[in-house]
């Protein structure tokens, strides 16, 4: 099984900044990709950022240039630096951690709780 942590995440004024944290525990395999992704009211989850275990990342349309994603691979846990918050930027934040297991061909996904992030004008 794997246990997915997160942190951070609260409220902040429009133009302001968050980090969001997450980190992977697991008991078996090892952690392949993480990613944060996002649910507004209203909205399906989307794609906020993925970062693979070489540090390559990749970012959905609405978060480039103003957020940053980042791991620490001996800690199996990822950040998301969000800067220039907007109001169409809340709802809640969940983080995703892929755990690869020895001679299975696909990696399975663990979901952390979520964390509700709120921006205020």
């Known amino acids: 099984q794997v246990q997915v942590m997160q942190s951070g995440g609260g409220s902040v004024q429009a133009g302001g900044s968050l980090t969001l944290s997450c980190a992977a525990i697991?008991?078996?395999?090892?952690?392949?990709?993480m990613g944060w992704y996002r649910q507004g009211v209203g909205h399906q989850r989307e794609l906020l950022a993925i970062?693979?275990?070489?540090?390559?990342?990749q970012y959905g349309d609405s978060v480039k240039g103003r957020f940053t994603i980042s791991r620490d691979n001996a800690k199996d846990t990822v950040y998301l630096r969000m800067n220039k918050l907007q109001p169409e930027d809340p709802g809640i934040y969940f983080c995703?951690?892929?755990?690869?297991?020895?001679?299975?061909?696909?990696?399975?996904?663990?979901w952390g709780q979520g964390t509700q992030v709120t921006v205020s004008t």
């Open positions: 995703k951690a892929e755990r690869q297991l020895p001679v299975v061909s696909r990696p399975d996904n663990y």
């Open positions: 697991k008991d078996l395999g090892r952690i392949k990709d």
């Open positions: 970062i693979s275990t070489d540090g390559s990342p």
